[in-house]
């Protein structure tokens, strides 16, 4: 099973930025990182009058494009996915999935929270929480990373989450 990480925290916490800055670390270690963003909002990514934009107005239960370079899909559902039904799209050749959101979902979640965002966390260690990533110190009985270590963080997910699956390749 590929391992799955949720990085989580209020709007405007760093989610995105820690994100950014995780994968280039992971992937110089050798790892194949995919992420997965939740959006309780609903999206679209296919634009008015494209091709496949057009597919799906004619009724097309799904749409692909492919390119020698990238794929994507759009297809409507019924109802929302779970994590794991969604690290299935990515198939084998991934060793570690990082999702932005997700913070009712089961898997292990790094909290993200600056102190620029006021208040509480969202998450305590009954949810999962195995992480925080911080410019202030909280007590949670999980290791709290300073915001700008990433490198750190890095580590810890290595250690916990993807060694010995992989030797690291540095």
Not at 25 to 54: N, P, Q, S, V
Not at 56 to 63: P, S
Not at 86 to 101: H, M, N, Q, S, Y
Not at 140 to 149: H, Q, T
Request: with cysteine; aromatic share 6%; hydrophobic share 40%.
């Amino acid at each position: 099973m590929i391992p799955i990480i949720s990085i989580v925290g209020k709007s405007n916490s760093g989610k995105t930025t820690l994100i950014e800055k995780l994968i280039p670390l992971l992937k110089a270690r050798g790892y194949r990182i995919c992420t997965i963003k939740h959006d309780t909002h609903g999206f679209d990514i296919d634009r008015e009058g494209k091709d496949t934009w057009r597919h799906a107005q004619a009724g097309a239960a799904g749409v692909i494009i492919s390119s020698p370079f990238k794929i994507a899909m759009i297809k409507q559902v019924e109802r929302e996915r779970s994590l794991d039904e969604l690290a299935e799209l990515f198939g084998p050749d991934v060793d570690l999935i990082l999702t932005e959101g997700f913070k009712r979902g089961k898997k292990p979640k790094i909290e993200v929270s600056r102190s620029e965002v006021p208040g509480e966390l969202i998450c305590d260690t009954n949810d999962n929480l195995v992480a925080i990533a911080s410019n202030h110190d909280w007590d949670r009985g999980v290791p709290c990373f300073n915001i700008n270590d990433a490198e750190a963080l890095a580590e810890f997910i290595e250690k916990n989450f993807l060694f010995p699956s992989k030797p690291s390749v540095k």
